[in-house]
């Protein structure tokens, strides 16, 4: 099934399954957002607008997703919060935004959701100014972990709704830009972590 369907389908249970389980990751993640008065912030996979009640106002926020029906609940969490946002459908493996257009990206559990976990961090980075920041909130492996536990897991759930098996290290070559400024556990255990990476001038 693919994962456009399967988060249809996902949508009116998503936020009883995720929201009170990710709230305080997110409200500590988004505290990496200070001054960002006129700044131009792209939120990759925005689900239904869970980040959206924790957004710092003065931005131009743009949040994308490959899901209509996330989408719907999204601008009604946007209208309920009085939050302006540019939300669209997008695939964060294929943004179409040119070069260069945002001062900050936000990826929260999303890259450990698509197929090609590195084209989304290569295509975030692209579309980032030199100096500006992908703030990065997700579940990941640690290089020559061997989880076996997870990795089983991921073999039933990786076509229904995320990836259990995604070692972050092994991202970063294919945006050798980019440098990690911040790598942090979000829970104990260190399964989720907290990571800032900053585009090279």
Request: aromatic share 6%; charged share 20%.
């Amino acid at each position: 099934m693919a994962l456009h369907h399967s988060y249809t389908l996902l949508a009116p249970i998503y936020d009883r399954i995720v929201a009170a389980a990710t709230q305080p990751m997110r409200e500590r993640s988004l505290e990496q957002l200070s001054n960002v008065s006129d700044k131009k912030i792209l939120i990759c996979g925005v689900g239904t607008g869970l980040d959206i009640p924790y957004l710092p106002v003065g931005a131009n926020y743009t949040g994308i997703d490959i899901t209509p029906a996330m989408l719907k609940r999204a601008r009604q969490r946007a209208a309920q919060q009085h939050v302006e946002i540019d939300l669209q459908k997008g695939n964060v493996m294929d943004l179409e935004f040119a070069d260069e257009h945002f001062d900050v990206v936000l990826m929260h559990l999303i890259l450990a959701v698509v197929a090609t976990p590195e084209k989304a961090l290569s295509e975030a980075t692209r579309v980032l100014k030199p100096g500006g920041q992908i703030i990065v909130l997700d579940k990941f492996l640690r290089p020559g972990q061997r989880a076996p536990m997870r990795r089983l897991l991921n073999f039933f759930i990786r076509h229904i709704a995320t990836r259990t098996d995604v070692v972050f290290e092994d991202l970063l070559p294919h945006s050798p830009n980019i440098r990690v400024l911040e790598d942090k556990p979000a829970f104990p255990g260190g399964w989720f972590r907290h990571i800032v990476l900053q585009k090279l001038a």
